[in-house]
């Protein structure tokens, strides 16, 4: 199983539209951060987590060619308004895309783009449907492509969002707080890629201090920093690190079986 980081910054990337770099160096190419999303990759499929607004170059950076499913975390715009992206390569499979998420995900998702989920593309005349929308169970494995696969709730300012553990994979986007649900499904993981907005304490984004503590309680072999904003120096944060805990970077692939 290979994992690649799509994107690793916060809702705006790094720089901010008007070039604003914040405590980013803009001359470490590290600093230069996509909307969040990954990509997981096996011999049996390929799987997309989130459509951010930045998709497209995520997916032509990445050489996709084809995708198998999408599952996602919210319905949030940084991790759904690249949806459209998807058009040319429902195209070439010439059906809808499998999509999962939770049902109130979901709900969201088929109001907001009716013309792209099969079961409200027929309100749109013209349009034929990129995704083929199911609801998952939360709390309770199910099996995609051979890969068992659990969502749980995580606390996300006055929402709740989805992480996933995808096998030896645990993927925690947008969590303020995680419930022991969701800690308990994240037992085991070898690779975790979690929140980790800025060094500050934030509403609905764990800080690094927060994260930190996460880490140690989960204690996954690799740890990947994830959603950082311009506040997040690369280099600075990475000294701050513990061994075994990185910052992210756009198009950073892991292969599960280094480690």
Request: hydrophobic content about 40%; aromatic content about 6%; proline content about 8%.
């Amino acid at each position: 199983m290979q994992v690649t980081v799509l994107g690793c910054g916060g809702s705006g990337g790094v720089p901010l539209v008007g070039g604003i770099w914040g405590a980013c160096d803009p001359a470490d190419p590290r600093n230069r951060r996509r909307r969040p999303s990954i990509l997981v990759r096996t011999p049996q499929a390929t799987i997309l987590i989130d459509t951010s607004p930045d998709l497209r170059e995520q997916l032509l950076d990445a050489e996709v060619s084809n995708l198998d499913a999408v599952l996602f975390t919210h319905s949030h715009a940084d991790h759904c308004h690249g949806i459209d992206d998807l058009r040319p390569l429902v195209y070439a499979r010439g059906e809808p895309i499998p999509a999962f998420s939770d049902p109130a995900t979901m709900t969201n998702l088929t109001a907001r783009f009716d013309y792209a989920f099969a079961s409200t593309a027929s309100t749109r005349s013209g349009y034929s449907a990129m995704l083929r929308d199911h609801t998952i169970p939360v709390g309770a494995p199910f099996k995609l492509f051979g890969l068992e696969i659990t969502a749980f709730e995580q606390g996300h300012g006055p929402i709740t969002t989805l992480g996933y553990r995808i096998g030896p994979v645990g993927y925690s986007p947008d969590a303020v707080e995680i419930p022991e649900a969701g800690f308990q499904a994240l037992e085991g993981v070898h690779l975790w890629i979690v929140d980790c907005l800025r060094h500050e304490p934030h509403p609905s984004h764990a800080h690094f201090a927060r994260t930190m503590a996460w880490i140690r309680r989960v204690a996954p072999a690799r740890a990947v920093l994830t959603h950082m904003n311009h506040t997040m120096n690369y280099a600075d944060v990475a000294a701050q690190c513990p061994a075994g805990v990185e910052p992210g970077r756009d198009n950073m692939t892991i292969d599960l079986a280094d480690l």
